[in-house]
């Protein structure tokens, strides 16, 4: 098989790369080592930029979005028993985070790559890169007891932390940096009315609590709880328990509970691997980056990344020239950086640290105090929660 690129993942990465770049005329396929039911099986945050929105419309995959997703234009910080909204409409000049579910986007996504008619290849095994470092790459699998091979101009990596893209990289090619969070979040999703119509972030003696949702009859929330725990430990009942005991009075009063649809627990990094091209391999989303979820940052992240590569691809193809491909990692990396700051800093102040103690508690408190009362500091969050802006090429 011949293609113009070849995508590693079929996540939404993959899928809006693919469907961006059939847009533009530029041919691809993609390879996804899972089927799509467990691609779809995955449960992922939901909150998106409006550059997230606006790249779905350049897809021409935003009908659903707009229609069902939940425009929000706040978010509630909660600490010392009350809630303080931070107003991300007033202090952004109008932009808004929009509350639709990750498996939704990829959904809409797998939908119109169908309709198009372009090549998936699900349960791809042994997928392997080779000769990126040349003028010829080949992206070679295994399906059907058979070994296959896509000749190709370029190679997107867009298949994850754990994917063959960034692995298939000579380590002494590769600078790494991490940080492990001493913490993870248990989270519920369960059919119940969300206990706000904004996301309450709330930090507490007990720890941090998140209270968020994917429509109006379906809520998703979590709890901090340490790196160790394990979710059989769990049941509903104690997890509803926990919850309340994090929330103030009216949350608390509030609080429909229900059966959970899916349970699990998520450990938190900070992660990121430079640069994000080798050769004719681009790294995308979480193949190059890892964010702690607080900041909701990972899918936004994500969809930057091939923002900005299929319009350098368009640029390659239409003018015959390698410029802005040449900048590819230098442009995500700066606001990669820019994200995993915030997402770091946001994590450290709404979460209880093991080694930090009441000092540590009275702090944060301090800071949330001075972050709600401070027109500056309360702008500040709300810029990076929104999302910073694309630079052009």
Same mark, same amino acid.
């Given at each position: ?17 693919? &469907? ?6 530029? %041919? ?29 419309? !350049?897809?021409?995959? %935003?009908? !659903? ?6 425009? #929000?234009?706040?978010?509630? =910080? ?17 932009? &808004?985070?929009?509350?639709?579910? &990750? ?10 790559? &169908?309709? /198009? ?20 790459? !080949? *992206? ?12 190709? %101009? +370029? ?13 298939? *990289?000579?380590? %002494?090619? =590769?600078?790494?940096? @991490?940080?492990?969070?001493? +913490? ?12 706000? #119509? ?10 941090? /609590? ?14 901090? *709880? ?5 979710? @059989?430990?769990?049941?509903? @009942?104690? +997890? ?13 009063? !509030? ?35 890892? *964010? ?31 410029? /802005? ?27 209880? +640290? ?12 301090? @800071? ?26």
């Amino acid at each position: 098989m011949r293609t113009q690129v070849a995508i590693i993942g079929a996540g939404p990465a993959g899928l809006l790369l693919g &469907q961006l770049l059939h847009k533009a005329g530029i %041919d691809n396929v993609i390879v996804e080592r899972q089927t799509g039911d467990y691609v779809l099986g995955r449960i992922r945050a939901g909150v998106l930029e409006q550059i997230t929105m606006d790249l779905l419309a !350049r897809a021409g995959v %935003d009908a !659903r979005a707009k229609a069902e997703g939940l425009p #929000h234009d706040g978010i509630e =910080l909660l600490f010392k028993g009350a809630r303080h909204r931070i107003d991300l409409h007033g202090l952004t000049d109008g932009k &808004q985070v929009t509350v639709y579910g &990750q498996t939704e986007v990829t959904r809409d996504l797998m939908e119109a790559r &169908q309709a /198009a008619g372009l090549p998936t290849i699900y349960s791809a095994a042994s997928v392997s890169l080779h000769d990126f470092d040349g003028a010829r790459p !080949r *992206v070679r699998y295994q399906k059907d007891g058979a070994t296959h091979e896509i000749e190709c %101009d +370029f190679i997107a990596g867009c298949d994850g932390y754990h994917g063959v893209s960034r692995a298939s *990289v000579p380590a %002494d090619a =590769l600078h790494t940096y @991490e940080k492990i969070y001493p +913490f993870g979040w248990l989270g519920v999703l369960a059919d119940v009315p969300p206990v706000s #119509h904004e996301l309450i972030y709330a930090n507490t003696s007990r720890g941090f /609590a998140l209270c968020s949702m994917r429509s109006a009859t379906r809520s998703r929330y979590y709890v901090q *709880v340490p790196t160790e725990e394990k979710v @059989e430990n769990w049941s509903d @009942e104690a +997890f509803w328990n926990e919850l309340r005991l994090r929330l103030d009075p009216e949350a608390r009063e !509030r609080l429909v509970t229900g059966p959970s649809l899916e349970k699990s627990i998520a450990p938190l990094r900070s992660f990121v691997a430079e640069p994000m091209r080798f050769g004719s391999l681009f790294l995308a989303g979480d193949a190059a980056h890892i *964010v702690p979820p607080t900041g909701a940052k990972g899918l936004n992240l994500a969809t930057a990344d091939v923002g900005y590569l299929s319009r350098a691809l368009e640029i390659f193809y239409a003018d015959k020239t390698a410029s /802005a491909l040449d900048r590819y990692s230098d442009l995500c990396l700066r606001r990669v950086w820019k994200a995993e700051r915030f997402s770091w800093w946001f994590t450290s102040l709404m979460h209880r +640290f093991p080694d930090t103690g009441e000092f540590g508690q009275k702090i944060q408190e301090a @800071e949330l105090d001075y972050l709600v009362h401070s027109r500056a500091a309360s702008t500040s969050l709300a810029e990076n929660y929104v999302g910073l802006p694309m630079e052009e090429f």
